[in-house]
């Protein structure tokens, strides 16, 4: 047990902090990149973490869902930092990162997986970081001698031939809402998404003139409001299925998220394993195993004949 526990609940930022003989464990939640989802409430195997709804003032747009930790219940495992979608939540042992739950294969890396081909990239395109809603994505651009340059159109046509583009992103906080790569011209931007799975509006049950999940969703025009007052479900292919706009919902069945997939390095472990059966839909991770088992085994036997055919 700790000697000594510590939570601050500042305007910006929740901390946490336990300190013992050696180490040090602090968990930081910056509320300013937390958009107030679903999925570190789910992952939690303590079930610290707490979904609040806010108070909404008529006539102004709704507020995103406060997360809380519980002190008392949380152990500092790491589980929220690796699953946050937005980067919000680090978990730190002496002021470094616990990864341990990942580097031992207890818990997959939620990474980002990007490819680009920089050398294909328009010397003047902007796109991707123009389209990014978090403006996480900035655009470099170097001569031959290695010197930044700012305004490509002053170029000569060899100095634009000869100009190198560096596109930097910050993984850690992408939650792969692929707006990037679908206004990239040349499409040589591909995004990988952490979640598929699919949201649904049930147009019945959805209150005419209720609009909350439109304010929180943290992607811009994912869902809008149709001519007849209700939700809409607009470009599903940015959404993140991170549950925000279901926690605001004021009619349960109005609203429905179902996450089918979930990219990661598979892992055996109870820790992940309750994570999976909270956050995506049991069947299709069943028929998700099933697949990548037999396409094991497949490979199995080809390389096994092939050992035969050529000793």
């Given amino acids: 047990m700790p000697y000594k526990s510590s939570k601050q609940d500042l305007p910006d930022v929740l901390m946490l902090e336990w300190a013992l003989q050696v180490k040090n464990y602090k968990l930081t939640l910056d509320k300013c990149l937390c958009v107030g989802c679903q999925i570190c409430s789910l992952a939690c195997p303590k079930d610290a973490v707490f979904i609040g709804k806010q108070f909404k ?14 002190l008392a219940k949380c ?27 990942v580097s031992k294969e207890s818990y997959p890396n939620f990474g980002r997986i990007f490819t680009l081909d920089s050398k294909e990239c328009p010397k003047d395109c902007i796109e991707c970081e123009a389209a990014c809603p978090w403006h996480l994505i900035k655009v470099h651009r170097a001569g031959f001698d290695g010197k930044p340059i700012t305004n490509v159109s002053e170029l000569t046509f060899t100095e634009k031939r000869r100009v190198k583009i560096n596109v930097d992103i910050q993984k850690e906080k992408c939650p792969t809402c692929k707006m990037c790569e679908i206004k990239c011209p040349s499409k040589t931007l591909k995004v990988k998404k952490i979640f598929e799975g699919k949201i649904v509006i049930n147009t019945d049950k959805c209150p005419v003139g209720c609009h909350d999940c439109v304010d929180v969703c943290p992607v811009p025009n994912v869902l809008t409001v149709n001519n007849a007052g209700k939700v809409d479900v607009a470009k599903e292919v940015h959404c993140t299925y991170c549950g925000a706009c279901k926690n605001v ?39 998700d195993f099933k697949a990548v088992t037999s396409l094991k085994k497949k490979n199995m036997i080809i390389k096994r004949l092939q050992d035969e055919i050529n000793p």
């Fill in 57 to 70: 003032v008529v006539g102004e747009k709704a507020l995103k869902s406060k997360i809380d930790v519980d």
């Fill in 75 to 101: 152990n500092f495992c790491g589980v929220c930092d690796v699953t946050c979608l937005y980067g919000a939540v680090t978990v730190t042992i002496n002021g470094v990162r616990n990864t341990a739950l």
């Fill in 249 to 287: 919902c004021s009619t349960d069945e109005a609203l429905m998220i179902k996450r089918t997939k979930i990219a990661n390095k598979r892992v055996r472990s109870g820790t992940w394993n309750k994570a999976l059966e909270k956050l995506t839909s049991t069947q299709d991770e069943i028929k």
